[in-house]
């Protein structure tokens, strides 16, 4: 397995767990089970993961490329 594939397979199974845990908030929220402040902290959290995970992406591509 190339490097490029092991971190396309690390980082699949991130956003897949992120976008997991963002689905069950909405279930919760839509069940009733979930008060709205709750789901906001969980999305906050969640948009703060993913924008972290975009930045570190590009920050490792630019160390790569040059």
């Known amino acids: ?7 396309d ?3 699949s ?5 992120k976008l997991l845990v ?3 908030a909405c279930g919760g929220l839509f069940s009733g089970k979930l008060t709205s402040s709750d789901f906001v902290v969980i999305a906050s959290a969640y948009m703060i993961a993913q924008s ?3 930045v ?3 920050y490792l ?6």
Do not use: A, P, W, Y
């Open 1 to 7: 397995m190339s490097r490029k594939e092991f971190i």
């Open 9 to 11: 397979s690390l980082q």
């Open 13 to 17: 199974k991130f956003i897949s767990r």
């Open 22 to 24: 963002f689905l069950v």
């Open 52 to 54: 972290g995970k975009d």
């Open 56 to 58: 570190m992406v590009d």
């Open 61 to 66: 591509k630019s160390r790569v490329n040059g």
